[in-house]
C-alpha cells in the first residue's frame, strides 16, 4: 500500500519464503505447499523481493538482467497469482511498520495464509472490540478474559451493550433458556454473536450467528433437542425447564485450551476471516485431541428467523403426483440411485446438530452380511420411563444386500421417523369426531382394537412391550386436534387425530390415551411417489402378515435359488457358517401383492458366532428363531426385503445380552422351536413355489404403481390415504401412508380381515375363534 507519496516496496507475501535452486527453479515455500517458478530471470529477482525495494531500486539492481519491461512483466505475473504485495516503508528511522504496535512479518504470514491484507486484517483486530456474557457461573467469564486480553483483543466494559464487534456467551448447556432472550436481542440488534461451552471433556465452541444470514440458536436448539430426549424426560419429570445437565468436568489445561481457543476464533473473525466452518459447532475431545465440525442449517420453518406455517400448509394442500422414471436400486424401485440418495443427504448424519445421529454398521452383524444403524427410534419416545427405555435401546436400522443400499435404509428410516415426530408446526384442527362429519375417519378403523383389549387393556399393557400398547376407547365427544390428510381414492381430505399421526404428539398428564401413532405406513424416498409406494407396500405386507401370524396358517415354500442371485449363496453359506439354516414362505394375501417371509433357526452349537461365551451353554436347546419380511409387486424385490430383514434381526440373537430385557422376545429366543410354532414351517401339503409362479408386469414410471394401488384397494372396497410428513429442513419426501381397513401385524384383534380373509383364500375352513388367535404378537 502506498503512504502519501512514497513509492511502493514490492515484495513476496510474508508467508511465503523464496528458496533459489540454481539451475533448478524458484521455490517459493509456505505451510499451504511450494510453489515452483521457472526461469533464470525469476532467479536473479527473487532475492530482491524482500519488500525493502521500490521499482526504481529493483530496476537498478537487475539492470543487464531484466529489461524495465520484463521487470514489470514478471511483477504482474506474480501479483495475479497473488504471491507479491505493496509493502509500505517503515514510519521512520527505526520506527514501526506501517502495521501498528505489535505488528511483525509472523503476524502478517498468519492472515495473508487466510487470504487476507495482513496490515488491514491486524488493524481490522485491534479496532475490534467484544463483549463477553455469561450464562451460568462468573468462574468461565474471568478465566475468558484473560484469554481475550492475552490474545490481544479489545472488550467491552461490563454494562456496555453497543460498543462493540461481537458478543461472546459462554454457557453450560447450548438448550439453556436463557439463550433464547440473548438470541432475540442479537437479532433485533443485528449483532453477530459466538456461542461457547468451554467447560467439559468435550467443549464445544461456535457457531457464530449472523442475524439475516443462516441459522439462528433456535435452529440449533431444535435439532439438539432431538438428540437430548432421555435429558429433556429427566428434567420434565423433575420439574425443570431444561434438560439436566452433567456436572462440570474440566481440568486447568482442557479448559485453558478451550477458552484460548475461543479467543482464537474471535480474533480471526474480527481480523475479517470468513468460513463455513464458523456457522458449525466445533467439539473438541480435551482427551484424544481430536476436533470435528458439526454444520448449524437454517430451517426455513424455524418460527425465530424463518416461516412457521410451513407445515401446516403441506398437509392442507391435495398431494400431487407426478411422473417418476424408475431407477433400479438394490431395495427396489426409485427415482434416484441409492449413491446420489446418499450424497444428497449425508450432511444431515451428526451426534450434535444433525437429524441423524449415526450411521454406522452394526457391530454386531457377522461378516459378509449387512445391517446398519442409525440412531435411537423417536417412535418410541413418550412421558413414561418405560418407553424411554425402550427407545434408548431401539434403533432405526437399515438392511441390503450391499453395505450402501444398507446404509441409505438407515439413513431414510432415521429421516422419516424424525419427520413423522411431533414439532409442534404441524396443523391441527380442534373438534369433536361426533361433529367433523363424514370427512373424520374413527380411529379404530386404523387402530382395529376389539372390544374385549379395551376390556383387559390394563392388564396386557403391564405385560408388553410399548409397541403393543393397547389405547384407551376413543371418546367421540371429547374435544381433540385432527389434522388432514388427502385422499388419493377420493381426491379430498380426511381427518384423523393428530396424535395418531405425530410420534409424542403432547398429551396432559394422567389423561385416556385414545389414539396413538405407530411406524406402520412411515416411509421416506426418493421422492413423494417413491415414498407413497414404499408405505403402501408396508401396509400391504403388514397386513399379509397379520392374517398368517395370528391364524397360524401353513403356507408354502418359496425357493429362493430359483430366482437366480448369487448373492443368496453367499447369504446361505454366512448362516451356514453360523450354525443357522433359513427358509422362505409366501405369505400374499386377498390383495395379490407378493408378500414373502424370511424364517432362519440354529440348527448347531454356534460356538464362536456366539459373542457371550458364558451363555454358549444355555443356548445349546434353543433355535433362536427370526424372520424377515417383504412386500413387492415384483417378487424378487419382495424376497430380497425379506431375507434382508432377516438379517438386520440376526444381530439381536447372536448377542441376547442387551436384548433380552423384552420378554415376549427372551421367551420367544429361550423357549419356542419350530416344533412348538409350526406354522412358522412350510406347508408340506403344498407345492414349492418358483419364481415363475409369480406374476408381475413392470412399468416404467412409479406414478404409475401408485395409480395402480389406489385402483386395488378400490376394487376391494378400501382407501388410500396419504399424510405429506416432508420437513422444509430436510428436504427429503416422508409420508404416512394409511388404509383403514388393513390390519396390524400388532396385537389388533378387531373383526374383519383378519378372521374372514383367510377363509376366502381357503387357508380355513372357518374363522378363527378370537381366543384362538396366535398369543404371541408379532415382535420386529
Known sequence: METGTTPPRPGFRKHLRPAVVPGDATYLVSEQGVTAVEGAAMAALAPLLDGSRDLAELARETRGVLSPGQLGSILGQLAEADLVADFAPAAGPGGPAAGGPGHSDATSAFWESAGLDGTRADAELSAGRVRLLTVGGDEDRRAARDAFRSAGIALARPGETTAHTLTVVLCEDYLSPALADIDAVQRRTGRPWLLAKPSGVQPWLGPIFQPGSGACWHCLHNRLRHHRSAHSYVGRALGLSAPVTPPRAHITASRASALHLLALQAATWLGGFRDSRQSSVWTLDSLRGEGRHHPVERRPQCPAC???????????????LRSRPKVPTGGGHRSVPAREMLQRHEHLVSEVTGVVRLLNRDPR??????????????????DGVHTLRSALRSHSAGKGVTELDAKVGALCEALERYSGTFQGDEERIPGRYAELGGAAVHPNALQLYDERQFARRQEWNALHSPFQFVCDPFDENAVVDWTPVWSLTERRHRLLPTAMLYFATPQRAGAPVPVRADSNGNAAGSSLEDAVLQGFYELVERDAVALWWYNRTLQPRVDPESFGEEWITRMRASYAALGREFWVLDVTSD?????????????????AGCQDPEDREDREDREDIVFGFGCHPDPALALRRALTEMTQMLPAVLDTRNSFE????????????LADQPYLAPDPQARTLRAGDFGHTPRADLREDVADAVALLHRHGMELLVLDQTRPDLGVPVVKV???????????????????????????ADPVDYDGLNPIPVFV
Open 306 to 320: 424463518g416461516d412457521p406455517t410451513l407445515v401446516a400448509a403441506r398437509a392442507r394442500q391435495p398431494v400431487v
Open 365 to 382: 452383524c457377522p461378516e459378509g452380511l449387512n445391517a446398519f444403524v442409525s440412531g435411537s427410534n423417536p417412535a418410541l419416545l413418550g
Open 591 to 607: 390383495l395379490g401383492i407378493p408378500v414373502m417371509c424370511a424364517v432362519s433357526r440354529r440348527t448347531r452349537s454356534p460356538g
Open 662 to 673: 423384552d420378554p415376549v422376545f427372551r421367551d420367544w429366543c429361550t423357549r419356542r422351536t
Open 738 to 764: 394409511l388404509v383403514p381397513g388393513l390390519r396390524h401385524f400388532w396385537a389388533r384383534f378387531a373383526p374383519g380381515r383378519l378372521y374372514d380373509v383367510p377363509v376366502r383364500l381357503g387357508r380355513r
